[in-house]
């Protein structure tokens, strides 16, 4: 059965594929088959935020290396049989290296724990048409991400989850989806207040039909989350921490890592 969110990809010895984000801010994992991959990654904020946009507007982006522009580049090289996961919002670029060429194989995914740093992408390309359009055309063929349709699904299957744990029914929100959850509300409300927010790529696929109603949404997972508090935790413990790596009670890695993903959520209306 043909995967629309896998491909395969040959880099030629010296090949480079400079710097993207994945469509619609899904985290992105790469598993070399031969060869080996070098691939540079810059970790998502404000500043590399802009100067990614700032690039991509360059028109002599192509002669410009972006680590220059930023402040922290990460270089890991993933040798054959081995496989990298790139987090929700980093930007990445990949090169073969000069001695040999490469095969791989690649593919994109959202979680729940990443869902702060996918809406910081979803909301940069909403307000930047040209980033968008760039991801349109880089997937064009193979590739079709509806980020605000899984940003939805995963809202409103939360909230119905919240809500049955709240009335006593049998249903389960782990603490790390949670403090996810808490983290991205922010940015939750200031994406689900634009227009872009409640349009579809197939125009068929639910979204809520108005701002009132997507609002109204957001605010209900708001309200159940506040409801169904973690019983071990103050709510200061939802806030993001720095130092997560001596932080017991946040662990930089979590066992639920990725085990929750949109597609596969049951409930797709409020």
């Known amino acids: 059965m043909q995967s629309t969110a896998t491909c395969g990809a040959f880099l030629e010895a010296n090949a480079y594929l400079d710097f993207t984000l994945a469509p619609g801010g899904q985290c992105t994992w790469l598993s070399v088959s031969a ?9 998502p904020s404000s500043a590399s935020f802009d100067a990614y946009r700032e690039w991509k ?13 930023v402040d922290k580049c990460i270089k890991c090289a993933v040798s054959a049989g081995s496989t990298l996961l790139v987090p929700a919002g980093w930007m990445f670029a990949r090169f073969a290296g000069g001695v040999q060429s490469c095969s791989l194989f690649l593919g994109f995914f959202a979680c729940t724990t990443a869902i702060e740093a996918q809406l910081g992408v979803v909301l940069l390309e909403l307000q930047h048409d040209a980033l968008a359009q760039y991801e349109s055309e880089t997937t064009s063929g193979w590739l079709t991400v509806d980020a605000n349709v899984q940003l939805w699904t995963a809202v409103c299957y939360y909230v119905r989850q919240l809500l049955m744990i709240n009335n006593g029914m049998n249903a389960q929100v782990n603490d790390v989806d949670r403090r996810a959850l808490q983290r991205a509300l922010p940015r939750l409300r200031e994406w689900s207040a634009l227009p872009a927010s409640l349009k ?24 159940a989350l506040a409801a169904t ?16 790596g001596t932080d017991s009670k946040l ?19 409020p």
Not at 258 to 263: F, G, L, N, Q
Request: overall charge negative; glycine content about 4%.
């Open 35 to 43: 060869g080996e991959l070098c691939v540079y990654m810059i970790p």
């Open 57 to 69: 507007s360059d028109p002599n982006s192509a002669s410009a290396f972006l680590f220059e522009r």
């Open 200 to 223: 579809s790529v197939d125009g068929i696929t639910w979204t809520p039909s108005s701002q009132r109603e997507a609002q109204a949404i957001v605010g209900r997972l708001k309200q």
């Open 229 to 244: 508090c973690l019983p071990t935790h103050s709510l200061d413990d939802l806030q993001p921490t720095s130092g997560l």
């Open 251 to 269: 662990p930089p890695i979590s066992p639920h890592e990725a085990t929750y993903i949109y597609s596969a959520a049951q409930f797709r209306t």
